[in-house]
Every structure is written in C-alpha cells, then in structure tokens.
C-alpha cells in the first residue's frame, strides 16, 4: 500500500469520527437519590427524596425494591420487597417515578411466580407484553351487572344450600385445619371445561402446604386453566403484603378481556397480620388487637374489584373466595367481622363437624350466601326449597334426641330423613360432583327415596345414583345447567331413575321374613 493512499484512508476515518462525535450531544439525566438512614426487619427509612410519592416504587443497591409508605416531611417509610439481606444503612436509594406492577396476559396461565412476576416454575422468565400496577381503581357501580350465572363448587352441600354466583365474593371461614384450602381447591378443580379461569395466591403460606396444593392442581390437570402466585411465610412482610393485589391485577386483566375468573386468597389472615407488622415497624398507631385502622379499607378495597362487568364493558367477571382463619370459633373477631361485612356471604366450616367425620365441615346455620337462589340454575331452586329447614329441624331435633327423650313416631321419621341428608352432603376431597348429580340425589331426598336405604348403604347408593344421572338424555342434561324450569315429566323420569338405582340398596322385607 502506497503511503499517500494510507494518509488519505487515514484522513477519511478521523473525518468521519470527527462528525459522529459533533453530532453526539451528551443527555444529562436529573435522578432524585436518597440515602438509608436506618434499616429493620422488611422496613427502611430513607432520607433525601423529597418528590417521592405515596407507593412509588424504589430501587436499591443489587436490583432490590421496596415501596414508599410513610411520606413524612424529612424522612420516607420504605416497605421492602424480596431479598434486602445485602443492604446497609448509607447505601443509595433511587427513584423510579413509577407505581409496582406485575406483568399479565396468557402466558402466565400455568405458571407458578411470586407478586414480583419472578418465575417460581423453573420454566424460564415470564415475558409478556403487558403490564399492570397491582393497586387499581375497583369498577363504578354503573360499570356492573347483577350476579345471576352460578359458579359451580362441585360441593353439594355448597351449590345446593349456599350457592355462589360468578363475580360474587364468598368468605371461607373456619379455624385450622377445617378444611378451607380443600374446598377452593376443589372448586378450581371443578372449573376444567367450564370456561373459568383460575387465579391461586398463596399468602404466607408453608411452602410444603403450597406445594401440595400445587400438586393437587397438577394431579387433575388443573394447571392448564390456573395462575399461581406465591408468597410463601419465610418471605419479608411487604411481599406478602402485595401479593393479593398483584394476584388480583392478573384476574383483572382476563376479565377486562370478557372472560370468568375465580380467585383465591390463600389466606388474608396472613395478609392482615403482614399489615400489621409493617404498620407497626413504621410506627403507625395500633388499634384494637394492634391491627391499624385502615386495615378495613385495605381488604375493602381488595375485595371490591371483583364484580361482574356490564356487557358495554365485555361481560367478564371475577369471583372471589377469600379465606380466613379464626380463633376457637370465634368468628367476631376483628378480621373476620371486618371481611363478613365485606364480602356477600360466608362458608363457616366447624371444626365439630370436622372431628365427627363429616366433610366438607360445613356449618349450614352459620353459612349464608347473599346472593342466594338468583345464582342457581333453575333445577336447583326446583329441589332444594325445603331441604334447608329439614336439615336445620334435624339438628335442632338431634340435639335432644343425645339425652335419651322418648321420640314419637314424626319425630323419628324427621330424624332419619335429617340423617340420610347429612349423609348424601358427605364428600370426599378432589370428588366434584356433577350439576345432573347433584340435582338427582337432591331430588331423591326431597322425594324421600333415601329413607329406606341402611344409613351405612348411604355413600354406596349416592355414587350409584350419581352414576345413573349421567346416562340420562341430552335435552335433560341440557336443562339442568340453564334457567328452564324442570317440568312435571322431568321430575317424574328423575325419580324413575333414582328408583330404578336405589332398588338394590333398599332392604327386602321376603328375605328378612325368611331370615326369622
């Protein structure tokens, strides 16, 4: 290469890169940083950020966050998110101008992740295209529409006695280990093929109690319909903290699109007492059972974004099946008469009933749905008019009976009946029944068909009976899950069938005879 043509290749690229560099203008960025004055158990007070604003997201040194509580005139209260271990007092503090919010869309159905959107799966980084703030508006009252479509549990002793309607908030109440996650469980098991989609968030929870839950789903194929979002107990008090309202902003997002969602809370006991914790670290004053006093409003304003939206606004809905736990069945306790009155009915579940075997435990005296026979199908209200006050004479009248009292012969009779419905309300765990199930034993009890059948034949005959619902003709099949009014014919081949299924079950006066 001649040296007068390396010169002017020479000359040629510093001219060029003496252009770029004159184009480039350096951007000066304005941050706001703030400085760790002081650092405790999931809460840091920061200093130096005086623009910031209530629950604006904040940075810290190694990508951890934390959200601005307390909005003071020298200092900010500063809940902390994930893991905060690495932080020292001195370290800085940005500002991200920023809400928290957590990615939804299809992709997270049948993922596991944490209120942050991290994968908890092991399946790789959820990437969606969209996100939420986990704190938002609930929808106005003229956005709404009234709760009529049921939202099918599967349990009987629910969707015949206490039935809950799509967009409704049903409370699940009961002390430990009376069986609440099993029956929400059960009811998202009972959503496959019914065009429901499904939000489990895990609140504080053991992680060895949500990864059994998490099998369950797996097991029944539940996983392909269901988001779960986990805060398990060993993580700081602000992410358990936020993990109902990111839980709910997923569930939003798919009824905004015009689909069903269920969602549960699992359980806003522990939400209650994660507020609790931080409110007190923050110094906030304590009321009464040190609780703060807005923690009303904090549930309040969870609980009100599930509704049924009107068809202007797509015609989705979210269903709630907050959970709770009480204390020696105390059920007037702060929380759970703060959630009572917020929600539009309760599923009490008696540890009594528990210990005696019967399952789910529901206590039918103190359950009550608000919404009531306007969230069943027809069929329902056709069949379950008096089963309710028979149930309840029945306990009334056992209650005596356990004293020895002489019964007359009504008595008696009432008694036995009350018996064969408990025993037809018993179901085990992970066994839905279907709605044509449900309606034949439910008819079948208030015809008296049962009352014949050996208490100890029971569980066998209600199976034999569920069985035999299910080969009965379409147009039937197809009327029991609408709001068609069963005829005279229907309710004459029902107990037909129930007959015909029962016969084997019931005792044979010529055997006996010949037994003597």
Not at 219 to 228: I, P, Q, R, S
């Amino acid at each position: 290469m001649q040296p007068g043509s390396l010169r002017s290749t020479l000359e040629r690229s510093f001219a060029v890169i003496g252009r770029a560099r004159e184009k480039l203008a350096p951007k000066l960025k304005l941050r706001e940083v703030g400085i760790i004055a002081n650092i405790s158990t999931g809460i840091a007070t920061v200093t130096g950020l005086p623009g910031v604003g209530f629950e604006e997201l904040v940075t810290f040194p190694g990508g951890a966050q934390g959200i601005a509580f307390n909005v003071d005139e020298d200092e900010v209260g500063v809940v902390l998110l994930g893991n905060y271990w690495q932080l020292q007092t001195g370290d800085e503090v940005l500002r991200t101008k920023r809400v928290m919010d957590v990615p939804v869309g299809d992709k997270l159905i049948g993922r596991i992740i944490n209120p942050l959107g991290a994968p908890l799966d092991g399946k790789g980084p959820v990437v969606t295209a969209k996100r939420l703030p986990i704190e938002r508006a609930a929808p106005a009252i003229m956005e709404r529409s009234p709760v009529t479509v049921p939202l099918q549990t599967g349990i009987m002793a629910i969707d015949a006695l206490i039935p809950v309607g799509r967009g409704q908030r049903e409370l699940i109440l009961g002390d430990r280990q009376t069986g609440k996650t099993a029956i929400a469980i059960d009811t998202i098991l009972n959503q496959k093929g019914q065009n429901v989609l499904c939000v489990y968030c895990a609140i504080g929870q053991r992680a060895s109690s949500v990864a059994k839950g998490i099998a369950r789903l797996r097991e029944h194929g539940a996983m392909e319909y269901t988001v779960v979002v986990v805060s398990e107990g060993n993580d700081p008090p602000g992410l358990t903290y936020i993990a109902p309202y990111a839980a709910t902003s997923i569930a939003e997002h798919f009824m905004e699109e015009g689909r069903d969602v269920l969602i549960v809370y699992d359980d806003l006991t522990h939400h209650a007492r994660s507020y609790r914790e931080i409110s007190l670290l923050l110094r906030r004053p304590p009321g009464r059972e040190a609780f703060p006093g807005d923690i009303f409003y904090i549930h309040s304003r969870l609980l009100e974004r599930a509704t049924h939206l009107s068809q202007e606004k797509g015609g989705g809905s979210l269903t709630a099946l907050p959970i709770i736990e009480t204390e020696a069945q105390d059920i007037s306790a702060y929380i759970p008469t703060n959630l009572i009155s917020i929600t539009d009915g309760q599923i009490y579940l008696s540890p009594t009933l528990f210990e005696l075997g019967i399952l789910p435990a529901v206590d039918v005296g103190k359950s009550v749905s608000r919404v009531g026979s306007k969230a069943q199908f027809a069929s329902y209200r056709a069949v379950t008019g008096d089963l309710k006050l028979a149930y309840a004479q029945f306990l009334e009248l056992e209650t005596f009976a356990r004293f020895g009292t002489r019964l007359d012969e009504h008595t008696s009779k009432i008694i036995a009946h009350g018996k064969r419905i408990r025993s037809c309300l018993v179901q085990g765990e992970s066994e839905p029944k279907s709605v044509p199930g449900q309606i034949t034993v439910l008819l079948a009890l208030s015809e008296g068909l049962f009352d014949g059948v050996p208490e100890e034949k029971m569980k066998e005959a209600g199976r034999a009976l569920c069985a035999a619902a299910a080969d009965m003709s379409a147009d039937m099949l197809k009327r029991f899950s609408s709001q068609e009014k069963l005829t005279d014919a229907d309710r004459k081949a029902i107990v037909e069938i129930a007959s015909k299924a029962l016969t084997p079950f019931q005792p044979n006066p010529d055997k006996e005879n010949k037994h003597e």
